[in-house]
């Protein structure tokens, strides 16, 4: 027979149907014995009048019903699966043979005395009354199925009854029925608020269950994060302390020399290790942002490979630069000199000999930059991986480079943040290609690159620089920078100790240095305060504050740990805009 089969749904109709089933087939399994048993004791009411045979006869084909149906329920189950369709199969099946109790009543009733009808009838109703605990899963069902049985019954009475008995009874089962269907609706409902509160607890047990696994996943990252950074940092933080002793007790001028070069290179591995891990602190926080904005490409490429071409050669490396055009790009000047210098750094690492090429090419329709190099290369289940924190693979090794694994995935995100297209290829041996592609900026002008301050010998020579910062050991190590600079220094660990010292120098700051977070106070009070006093006195923030470039400080930010290079940069660039400041000021 041709028929369509409701699919049962997902979710809490779903859990509904199998309920509903559960709930029918183990109804009719534990009636069977019953409904056998009274079956039999009908016998003591039929057999007298109507004869054995009649009743064996009626007995077989109710028992046959009784017995059949749950065999029946078993092969719809394992054939059409449990679905709507199956649901509605074994409801009727249970209805017709539960129906089949109400036809002794028409059969045997010509047989039967006034007091034998009236037993079996209250029997028959009784019966009728039970099934809702069986059928009021599907109420339409039951229904039809206690209409049925009504008139049924209301057939067997016509043998005896008079016509007044007959509209009593008949009035008697329009008044009795309703109620009966009313309460298979109401169990009816009662089940689906069960299974809907049951689905319910279920979403709110696997929410937990997602939330308690996502807690130890992240529980687990951090301690490979911190597992990572601990064993990472302590292998230049070692090489450090040994070359700092030799150097110490060396008294050669030229192996003293090597050992200083050395600690400083292992001192700028640490630096990019901190860098990194700080950057990754942001990324798995969520507060590392991109701020895009129109940059003049040529002059960050210049600022993202300062220094690097002296670095190459002191390797014995060869490192140029290719320009084609001049353009505006949207990007975050801060993140993109971040990724280009990240780039850089790990052209570096994996070359052992050749040459690194930064290139980038402004003729298009975007703004497309390269670093090349002919290192060691990744072979492709590397390259796969290598934008995975913390992944450092064969090409590492071979070519011992230092680090942790996080340069790329920060630059990915990053890239990501942007909304810049990031491109790696790689081929064992052949060196390494990144390919970043970005949108132009909607300014048609360049903005010409301002000349630099030429350098000096000494190139602080003769100025006084202001500083207040609070950690004694960075505040000592900056003192005595600015000093090997030429520089002289008024100091304070706090606003009111540097105001002392300046009191006593007597003359008036040129440049004030200030870390953000004081004591008392935060190094803006410190900048307004010296300002109030010396006019427009130019200054620079130096902070360890993670989201200090987002704060929007009306000064100059670098974010701690500062190269040496960078911070006199920014000390030459602030003085070099003080006249212009003065000039702006009202008098």
């Known amino acids: 027979m041709a028929h369509t089969k409701a699919a049962a749904p997902g979710g809490a109709s779903r859990e509904l149907t199998e309920r509903s089933v559960a709930v029918i087939v183990a109804q009719a399994r534990a009636g069977v014995g019953t409904a056998l048993v009274m079956g039999a004791l009908f016998g ?10 009649r009743y064996l006869a009626w007995y077989v084909v109710f028992a046959a019903g009784m017995l059949g149906r749950q065999p029946y329920f078993r092969y719809l189950v394992s054939r059409h699966g449990v679905t709507e369709w199956t649901l509605r199969r074994i409801a009727l099946a249970a209805a017709l043979s539960g129906w089949f109790v109400t036809t002794s009543i028409p059969l045997f ?18 019966w009728v009354s039970l099934a809702v605990s ?18 049924t019954m209301y057939i067997g009475f016509a043998h005896y009854a008079s016509g007044q008995d007959m509209v009593v009874i008949g009035v008697a089962m329009c008044l009795g029925a309703p109620m009966m269907v009313r309460l298979a609706r109401t169990l009816n409902q009662q089940l689906r608020e069960i299974v809907e509160a049951a689905q319910e607890k279920a979403q709110v047990v696997e929410q937990l269950r997602q939330s308690l696994k996502n807690q130890q996943e992240t529980q687990r990252a951090r301690s490979r994060f911190l597992g990572a950074a601990s064993h990472d940092l302590r292998q230049p933080v070692q090489a450090l302390l040994f070359l ?13 020399d090597q050992m200083a070069q050395q600690i400083v290179r292992t001192g700028q591995s640490i630096d990019g290790m901190f860098r990194h891990l700080v950057d990754f602190a942001q990324i798995d926080a969520g507060t590392m942002k991109a701020v895009v904005q129109p940059v003049q490409f040529e002059r960050l490429l210049v600022s993202a490979s300062s220094g690097f071409a002296e ?17 505006n790009v949207s990007a975050d000047p801060v993140l993109l000199e971040r990724m280009l210098r990240n780039f850089l750094d790990n052209a570096f690492k994996y070359s052992l000999a050749g040459e690194i090429v930064l290139r980038a090419d402004c003729t298009g329709e975007e703004a497309v930059v390269t670093v090349t190099d002919q290192g060691v290369g990744m072979d492709p289940d590397d390259l796969a991986q290598a934008c995975n924190a913390f992944y450092r693979g064969r090409s590492a090794a071979k070519a011992e480079a230092e680090g942790i694994g996080l340069g790329l995935a920060i630059s990915r995100h990053m890239a990501d943040l942007m909304h810049c297209a990031l491109e790696i290829a790689s081929q064992p041996g052949q060196g390494t290609r990144v390919t970043i592609r970005l949108p132009l900026a909607q300014e048609a002008a360049v903005v010409p690159a301002s000349a630099a301050p030429p350098q000096r010998q000494a190139p602080l020579q003769g100025l006084l620089v202001a500083v207040v910062e609070n950690e004694r050991m960075a505040r000592e190590a900056l003192c005595a920078w600015l000093e090997d600079a030429g520089a002289r220094v008024a100091v304070g660990g706090s606003l009111a100790e540097l105001q002392q010292a300046l009191e006593g120098d007597g003359d008036a700051p040129d440049i004030l240095l200030a870390d953000y977070r004081l004591g008392e106070g935060t190094g803006m009070d410190a900048v307004q305060a010296l300002r109030s006093r010396y006019g427009m006195l130019p200054a620079v923030i130096v ?22 290079e ?19 000021t009202p008098a």
């Open 134 to 151: 069986m059928l009021a899963v599907q109420p339409r069902i039951y229904t039809g199925y206690l209409v049925a049985c009504m008139v």
């Open 566 to 584: 960078r911070l006199l940069e920014a000390m030459q660039t602030a003085l070099a805009r003080a006249p212009a400041a003065e000039a702006d």
């Open 311 to 327: 670095k190459c050669a002191a390797r014995g490396l060869r490192f140029r630069t290719e320009v084609v055009g001049a353009c």
């Open 543 to 564: 902070s360890g504050e993670p989201d200090i470039r987002e704060r929007g400080l009306p000064v100059p930010v670098l974010q701690k740990p500062v190269a040496p």
């Open 109 to 126: 009733a010509p047989f039967l005395s006034t007091t034998d009808i009236s037993v079996l009838t209250m029997i028959t109703v009784a």
């Open 244 to 256: 700092s002793d030799i150097f110490r007790k060396s008294s050669d001028p030229a192996r003293r």
């Open 44 to 53: 003591f009411i039929l057999v007298p009048g109507a004869g054995w045979l």
